[in-house]
């Protein structure tokens, strides 16, 4: 079967960067993404990056990506505590979400 | 342009019964799919439906149906609820047309508890 793999907790000081980790099983995804879901919430896409490419920056967000080693990574530069949430990678070429990280921001 | 929404919000139903959640897709987007998000868990991809027919279906028995309609808008059913049916069901459309790239818009979701 297809897997999607990360770490479930990462707690970070404000201010800090935080870097949240995945490991996928298909290589044949064309598109990876990040989403953000806040308590009682859907899921908010974040951003995302082509296999093509190996890394992404939109604003504080970097993505990269290490199609060899099947390794997605998510890294949120000057974390503030509005950025607590539960994140999922996710791909969808076949649908599949990681089991998420939850992020713990401390003031 | 509007979002993607779900009803319920909230919905608690028995054991053995049936349930409808609703969908109301993104503005211009032609295809939904639905996920089931138990608590602590990352969403299990359900079935998909573009242009009205099922086109891809997770590992959901037979008691889990859709409906997409002419508007794009979709329901999902789903018959003899079990407790471990109790879960946050969530929509998502899109429309593959403007690429991928753009990912899934996704609803807040229908939490369901079945008692």
């Known amino acids: 079967g297809e897997d999607v793999e990360q770490s479930l907790f990462l707690s970070v000081r404000e201010g800090d960067s935080s870097v949240i980790n995945c490991t996928y099983t298909?290589?044949?995804?064309?598109?990876l993404y990040w989403y953000k879901q806040e308590p009682g919430a859907g899921l908010q896409l974040l951003t995302y990056i082509f296999s093509n490419m190996d890394m992404k920056q939109d604003q504080r967000l970097t993505v990269l990506l290490n199609k060899k080693d099947k390794h997605l990574s998510l890294r949120i530069a000057d974390t503030q505590t509005g950025d607590s949430a539960i994140y999922f990678c996710a791909s969808f070429n076949k649908f599949y979400f990681g089991s998420g990280t939850k992020l713990n921001v401390k003031p | 342009e509007t979002g993607v929404t779900q009803s319920p919000t909230h919905l608690i139903k028995t054991r053995g019964q049936q349930v409808t959640l609703r969908c109301s897709s993104q503005?211009?987007?032609?295809?939904v799919s639905w996920y089931q998000q138990a608590l602590g868990q990352g969403p299990q991809f359900i079935f998909q439906?573009?242009?009205?027919?099922?086109?891809g279906r997770g590992n959901f028995p037979p008691r889990f149906s859709g409906l997409q309609f002419p508007n794009y808008s979709s329901e999902l059913n789903v018959n003899a609820l079990e407790l471990d049916d109790s879960a946050l069901y969530l929509c998502?459309?899109?429309?593959?047309?403007?690429?991928?790239?753009?990912?899934?818009?996704f609803g807040s979701g229908t939490r369901l508890t079945v008692v």
């Open positions: 439906y573009y242009r009205e027919e099922e086109n």
């Open positions: 298909d290589s044949s995804s064309t598109y």
């Open positions: 503005s211009g987007h032609n295809t």
């Open positions: 998502a459309s899109s429309n593959p047309g403007t690429g991928s790239s753009y990912g899934y818009t």
